[in-house]
């Protein structure tokens, strides 16, 4: 008979924790380290809006393998802080020589471009192979008007200049105006609608205009419809 005694379930709970602990606390190799830093080389592309708190210098995006997500961090930030988040980069704004800075299952990126510094943190990483998830979530190789040689010549055109224009889908919309600050839905006759609401500054304490339209409506898949921006904002600014 095997005694149930406290010492023996501890002894046997330990040994568990022990096979666990490799699965459950993998962390990148110093080869895995030294590849994700050759994929950051050179100049990259953002697919995603940046924001970042310059007062204490750190990242509001957070980037999984699985998802991106800034607003639960701003949500942390004390009103004050939180007018001190700048949102300078967004997509197809370049990044250079990206340092990394390594942490428990996690990384930052630390760039800059010919402005000023970038900052994101990658999160949840256990294999090379999450990092490069968190890696094309976040970043494009060239612009990303080249990254979809599939998409109508005037969409490619508009991306690149940074416009909208009717016609687009969300995801090519996106890569002008990125995030929208808050999206309605409602229901048109059984069509889908819904309607973006773009940043429309950089920041509180930065009243530069984004130059982006005041709405965007989409029925359906496309894009119909969007409301210009504010007179003297110019258009496609970054």
């Known amino acids: 008979m095997i005694p149930e005694s406290p010492s023996w379930l501890a002894a046997v ?12 606390h993998a962390q990148l190799s110093p080869a895995d380290r030294r590849a994700a830093k050759e994929m950051v080389a050179g100049t990259l592309y953002l697919r995603l809006d ?15 393998p699985d998802s991106a997500d800034s607003a639960r961090k701003i949500a942390d930030l004390s009103e004050a802080d939180r007018r001190n988040v700048y949102w300078i980069f967004g997509p197809n704004d370049t990044v250079s020589s990206i ?4 942490g428990y299952n996690s990384v930052r990126l630390w760039g800059e ?4 510094e970038v900052m994101v943190d990658f999160v949840h990483l256990k294999t090379l192979e999450d990092f490069k998830k968190a890696f094309d979530r976040t970043f494009s190789r060239v612009p990303l008007q080249d990254a979809h ?8 055109k508009a991306v690149a200049e940074r416009r909208v224009i009717e016609g687009m889908t969300r995801e ?26 773009p940043r429309s500054t950089k920041g509180e304490h930065n ?6 339209p005041a709405s965007l409506r989409f029925q359906g898949s496309k894009l119909v419809m969007n409301e210009p ?9 970054k």
């Open 13 to 24: 709970a330990c040994a568990l924790w022990l096979l666990a602990a490799p699965a459950l």
């Open 50 to 64: 940046v924001p970042c708190d310059y007062y204490r210098v750190v990242p509001m995006l957070e980037v999984s």
């Open 99 to 102: 340092s990394l800075r390594w």
């Open 113 to 116: 471009d010919h402005r000023t």
């Open 149 to 156: 040689p599939e998409w109508p010549a005037e969409v490619r």
């Open 172 to 197: 090519q919309a996106a890569a002008v105006v990125g995030t929208p600050v808050s999206v309605e839905t409602s229901n048109a006759q059984g069509v889908e609608v819904e309607v973006w609401h």
């Open 207 to 212: 009243a530069v205009s984004t130059g982006f």
């Open 229 to 237: 921006a504010p007179p003297g904002a110019p258009a496609g600014a």
